[in-house]
């Protein structure tokens, strides 16, 4: 049976390796960088996050902060982050996003019964 009811607009969808790392407000201070540091690594993370191109609010695993710069559990992995997105046709909440994640032990053990959502909005 069909679905009826708003469809999102198709995409082709291309896999790209990208390189990220741990961000949010507080990710210098986690990584126990001095102030000089801090500003380099956030200097890199800006250059890196908009290298990422136009549709950066979507990824299959990496890093990726809530939608205020929460930083997730470390102790859980991320699978697949999906954000706003106007021209898919997505649009969630305020500017917001899911995050399906899997404790990191759930995942070596392959247990996907333990994968959970996050939503997170502006």
């Known amino acids: 049976m069909a679905a009826d009811g708003p469809a999102l607009t198709p995409r ?27 500003i380099a690594y956030e200097e890199l993370w800006e250059r890196l996050d908009g290298a990422a191109g136009e549709h950066a609010g979507h990824w299959v695993g990496g890093h990726a902060t809530g939608v205020q710069g929460e930083t997730p559990d470390p102790g859980t992995a991320l699978l697949l982050h999906l954000a706003d997105d106007h021209a898919l046709g997505f649009d969630f909440l305020d500017a917001g996003a899911i995050q399906f994640r899997i404790p990191r032990d759930a995942l070596a053990a392959r247990d996907w019964s333990q994968a959970f959502a996050e939503a997170d909005s502006c």
């Open 12 to 38: 082709p969808v291309a896999a790209r390796a990208v390189l990220t790392l741990p961000g949010g407000y507080d990710a210098p201070e986690r990584l126990g960088l001095d102030v000089y540091e801090a």
